[in-house]
């Protein structure tokens, strides 16, 4: 009887104060400060900003495997490197391709 009375007033004291302070912060017009609003506009502008840089170096990387895709098929051509080493490189550049892509 103990046990359900303490978990009745401990779920009981819970849910009424969760359940009302919503209702409470309205009531009082309590609102964020500018403060907080600032903060969260520069956190989003941080975030585009980051996205942006993020495509530019994608791209990059991406014309950069294209370069090294077309100096290891020459250098396959002109029998500077075997047919297995080429296999190895070209599985490896493959590979960073299909992850930056995949992001």
């Known amino acids: 009887m103990i046990i359900l009375c303490t978990f009745v007033v401990t779920v009981g004291t819970l849910m009424v104060q969760g359940l009302t302070l919503p209702g409470l912060i309205r ?16 956190a989003q502008v941080k975030y ?5 840089p993020a495509a530019r170096w994608q791209r990059l990387r991406l014309t950069m ?8 098929i020459a250098a396959r051509d002109e029998r500077q490197i075997d047919d297995e080493v080429f296999r190895r490189v070209q599985r490896e550049l493959d590979l960073e391709e299909a992850a930056l892509i995949r992001e």
């Open 27 to 42: 009531l009082l017009g309590i609102s964020s400060t500018d403060e907080d609003t600032d903060t969260l506009a520069e």
């Open 65 to 72: 495997l294209a370069a090294e895709r077309e100096v290891f």
């Open 48 to 52: 585009h900003a980051a996205k942006a």
